[in-house]
């Protein structure tokens, strides 16, 4: 057993696995110190995904932006990319889709891919502006992003509000034709709000998967992230791959945003604060190993967090365990030199 | 509404908003400085924030109006504590040190409305009774028209900042501790040589940051706000991170873009009393900020300005 966890070959999964399993430790050391029965919270937690169908469609609801904020981030690691921007861009996705809704009644068959073209569009140019001011002038993404997110969350505010018929919190319902929602799922989900927005998530894991892996230019991409200075040489063109993954990251984390305001919602909303399915997609792209299946699995497991957080409250346990939990796993995938050293530590033992 | 009562709004205004910007900076100031990325000030300016409301909420029955700063002593000594999660992970464990930041961020939001429901019961702190008042500055109140602009009815924290300011500036510029800092945060490898404990300097300036960005977030809630909510914080660390490159990692640079940035935020308040701004919607004013760091970074590029190892990890033997 020892022997299979520290050997080098499976250290890709061993290591996130190990993330996970420390996180869940931490949170129940919480709950401890906080006087409530671990035991007690992670079985509502179970119960709130696998309880019954609608637990189990409300759960998938709640992996949708996840999985596609995960893609986002992931393909901007590939690049050597840090974008922490999904935030905003998927902000400007969320409102854009909901704006081509809004404005425009298509048939269903043209105005649904056509939101989400939408949304797509809106991230990408959002992941435009970083990407071009670093490639231009070599200014950092981490804080350009940063900055951005805030821009997005009070500039959108702002159209939200001055859009026909919206009020102070929200804007009118998007016309069913450019809804994602769907009667057939809900009712065979006990009327869950699962929309059809898994297969857009499913269809961007494969399109990721094909860019990165079967691709020139996702190869490109690759090299650019493995060492800039090589594929300069090589005769890549690093600048303009850099605006290009930022683009592509930001579709990714723009069409994130689309699943909340014409799945999970029909209309905008307007927030107050970030609501973290940007942040969170670090998480999901450090647990997946950047890997469009890995990605799709670690964001069904912080979906699952998320949906049983309600099972969780229900139980008495403070529903902001879950984000306490998934920020302790992105904590332990960020120290995965130190995971690693306790591993090569195990195994100099066993010998 | 005339100008001069326009102004004696504005400038108590101003000082209210920057104070907790610019506490914060500092603090950032001191883990870059040393080396170390703190996209982390946001998370611990929340934790900062609980606390001081917390302990304001639970001792002012007794205590009474002494009580706020026991709560903004006990949210510095929470930022303290909480940095060093960064500091470890950061620096023994060679982390990234963004995604690091995120994580005290993430955790920060989760774990102080939870531990609001644990105490209680509810999304949020109590409203505490006792926040820091608005007061005439002894003595400096009575100068003609200055003093009645600058120095009544203004919250004394933010000259307890503008003080911290002036003594960090010494302390980093004029002392043999603030050069070491300095030197670690730009070339690790030779200030290693010449017998400086890298770690040591680096947990004493993301620790200082945590201290700093508590203080920031005590000051704001007990200043701006009636009681902790998820929303208390609203990127102001953010804004505060702005104001350190902005500022150029310098402290009276973070002084004035912590002014500036207070100003707007002030203005956002007031617009909609001055003609030629209340057209401009109120948010402008909060995106403003993070707009005009934007435009800077565009301007300064090229000019290394930031630490230059800020954002390494270092390892001892490497070159």
Redesign the interface.
């Known amino acids: 057993m020892i022997k299979y966890i520290t050997d080098e070959k499976n250290q890709r999964f061993i290591v996130p696995l190990i993330s996970v399993l420390f996180g869940f430790i931490a949170g129940a050391i919480?709950m401890i110190i906080?006087?409530i029965n671990p035991i007690d919270g992670y079985s509502a937690l179970l119960d709130g995904v696998f309880g019954n169908t609608r637990k189990f469609g409300e759960w998938i609801v709640s992996s949708i932006p996840l999985i596609l904020t995960g893609l986002a981030l992931a393909f901007g690691f590939r690049t050597g990319l840090?974008n922490?921007g999904a935030e905003g861009q998927f902000i400007v996705g969320a409102f854009a889709a909901v704006a081509a809704g809004i404005f425009v009644e298509l048939p269903k068959i043209i105005h649904l891919p056509l939101v989400l073209l939408a949304a797509a569009l809106a991230g990408a140019i959002w992941g435009f502006?970083p990407g071009i001011?670093k490639a231009k002038?070599?200014?950092h993404e981490?804080?350009?992003t940063?900055?951005?997110?805030?821009?997005a969350?009070?500039?959108i505010?702002?159209l939200i509000?001055i859009l026909p018929g919206s009020t102070n919190t929200r804007t009118v319902d998007v016309f069913p034709s450019a809804s994602l929602s769907s009667e057939f799922l809900s009712s065979i989900t006990r009327f869950s709000r699962l929309h059809w927005g898994f297969i857009v998530a499913l269809l961007a894991a494969f399109l990721y998967w094909y860019i990165i892996e079967r691709t020139t230019f996702g190869y490109e991409l690759r090299s650019v992230g493995f060492n800039q200075h090589a594929s300069e040489y090589a005769g890549m063109k690093v600048n303009r791959n850099i605006v290009y993954s930022m683009m592509i990251s930001g579709a990714f984390a723009g069409l994130a945003g689309a699943m909340i305001s014409i799945g999970t919602f029909d209309y905008a909303r307007v927030i107050?604060?970030s609501e973290?399915y940007g942040?969170?997609g670090?998480a999901v792209a450090?647990l997946g190993n950047n890997n469009g299946f890995g990605i799709v699995i670690s964001g069904l497991l912080f979906g699952a967090l998320k949906a049983g957080s309600s099972a969780m409250a229900l139980a008495k346990v403070?529903k902001?365990?879950?984000?306490?939990i998934?920020?302790?796993i992105?904590?332990f995938?960020?120290?995965?030199?130190?995971i690693k050293r306790l591993l090569i530590h195990l195994r100099k033992e066993e010998k | 509404m005339d100008f001069m009562q326009l102004i004696s709004i504005i400038i108590p205004l101003t000082l209210t908003s920057a104070a907790p910007i610019i506490s914060s900076s500092i603090g950032g100031l001191f883990s870059e400085r040393s080396g170390v990325v703190n996209?982390g000030l946001e998370g611990l300016m929340m934790i900062g924030a609980f606390t001081a409301a917390t302990v304001t909420v639970l001792v002012e029955g007794p205590l009474g109006i002494v009580s706020p700063w026991i709560g903004i002593l006990a949210g510095v000594i929470a930022g303290g504590i909480f940095s060093i999660?960064h500091a470890y992970?950061s620096i023994?464990?060679?982390?990234?040190q963004?995604?690091?930041g995120?994580?005290i961020?993430?955790?920060s939001?989760?774990?102080t409305?939870?531990?609001c429901?644990?105490i209680f019961n509810q999304q949020r702190t109590l409203a505490f009774l006792h926040g820091i008042k608005k007061d005439d500055i002894i003595g400096l109140s009575q100068i003609p028209v200055l003093g009645n602009l600058f120095f009544s009815n203004v919250h004394i924290t933010s000259y307890l900042v503008i003080l911290i300011v002036i003594l960090v500036w010494y302390v980093v510029y004029k002392t043999p501790f603030g050069l070491r800092l300095r030197a670690v945060g730009e070339h690790p490898g030779a200030a290693d040589s010449m017998g400086i404990n890298v770690y040591r300097m680096r947990y004493i300036g993301v620790i200082l940051s945590g201290m700093f960005a508590g203080l920031g977030g005590g000051i704001m809630v007990l200043t701006q706000d009636i009681q902790y909510t998820?929303?208390t914080i609203?990127?102001t660390g953010?804004?505060a991170?702005?104001a350190l490159?902005f500022g150029k990692w310098h402290p009276f640079g973070v002084l004035g873009a912590g002014l500036f940035f207070g100003l707007s935020q002030a203005l956002g308040i007031v617009a909609y009393q001055i003609d030629f701004l209340s057209s401009l919607?109120q948010?402008?004013f909060?995106?403003f900020p993070?707009?005009l760091?934007?435009i800077a970074?565009?301007v300064f590029?090229?000019k290394s300005v930031g630490p230059r190892a800020a954002g390494k990890p270092y390892e001892k033997g490497e070159r």
């Not at chain 1, 995938?333 to 130190?338: D, E, F, I, L, R």
């Open positions: 919480i906080t006087g840090f922490i502006i001011l002038f070599r200014v981490v804080v350009v940063i900055m951005l997110n805030y821009t969350l009070h500039f505010n702002y509000k107050g604060a973290g942040f969170n670090i450090l403070p902001e365990i879950s984000e306490i998934m920020a302790f992105v904590l995938a960020a120290m995965n030199y130190g | 996209i999660i992970v023994n464990l060679r982390a990234d963004v995604i690091s995120t994580a961020n993430l955790l939001a989760g774990l409305i939870y531990l429901e644990i998820y929303a609203h990127g953010f804004i991170l702005a490159i919607p948010e402008f909060w995106a993070y707009v760091t934007i970074l565009v590029s090229g």
